[in-house]
Structures are given as C-alpha cells and as structure tokens.
Nanobody, 124 residues
Framework: QVQLVESGGGSVQAGGSLRLSCAVS????????WGWFRQAPGKEREGVAI????????FYADSVKGRFTISQDKANYMVYLQMDSLKFEDTAMYYC?????????????????WGQGTQVTVSS
C-alpha cells in the first residue's frame, strides 16, 4: 500500500520561506515522476513542481520559477519543496503525488498516489 505523508506547511509572512517534505512508503521506483501540487479554495488543483525519479529533471509552474526548488532523496523515499520569496497567492493546500498516469503532462494533476496535503498560508 503506497502512502504519502506531507509535512512542513504553516503560516508565514510574504517574502518568507518554507520547506515542505513528503515521505513515501510502499512504493517501488519506476521511471516516472513525483512532486508537488496545490489547490486554493475555489480553484482547480495545479502542478507546482515535478521531478523525474529516473534522471532528476525538474519541471516548474511559471508562477513559481526562480522561487521554488524541488529535490529528491531516493534512498529515503523523500521529496522536498523549498519555497522562497513566498507570495500571498501561494496560499493553498499543498499535495505530494507520485506516478504520473500515461499520456498526461507532468504538471497536470493526473497521478496515481496522493498525500493528504499540508496547508501553506502566506500573509501579505
């Protein structure tokens, strides 16, 4: 049974930083992707940052490029999201996901396994 547990969310002022962590268990690596999505109230879930498990290539939403950094620790089945220069519009529930479904774009929310989410609130 695959489980994903996010941590590291919280409240921060604009311009601040947070580091999200996702612990994955019960998962067997394949040449696939894992990473982070977010969903604000009344909005659709959107891809934030994705990393390839095979070669570490990263993908970012335009809105977070230059501010967020995704990384992975494959030995310990962990994926991280360093968020710097946070903005009010980054406020959302952040979800970790693994295993992109075939034929979908890497930043589209079509992944097999999901965590429960961790809340990030940025005050202006």
């Amino acid at each position: 049974q695959v489980q994903l547990v996010e941590s590291g969310g919280g409240s921060v002022q604009a311009g601040g930083s947070l580091r999200l962590s996702c612990a994955v268990s019960g998962y067997t690596y394949r040449n696939n992707y894992w990473g982070w999505f977010r969903q604000a109230p009344g909005k659709e879930r959107e891809g934030v940052a994705i990393i390839s498990t095979a070669d570490g290539i990263t993908f970012y939403a335009d809105s977070v490029k230059g501010r967020f950094t995704i990384s992975q620790d494959k030995a310990n089945y962990m994926v991280y999201l360093q968020m710097d220069s946070l903005k009010f519009e980054d406020t959302a529930m952040y979800y970790c996901a693994v295993d992109k479904k075939y034929a979908f774009e890497v930043l589209s929310p079509n992944y097999t396994y999901w965590g429960q989410g961790t809340q990030v609130t940025v005050s202006s």
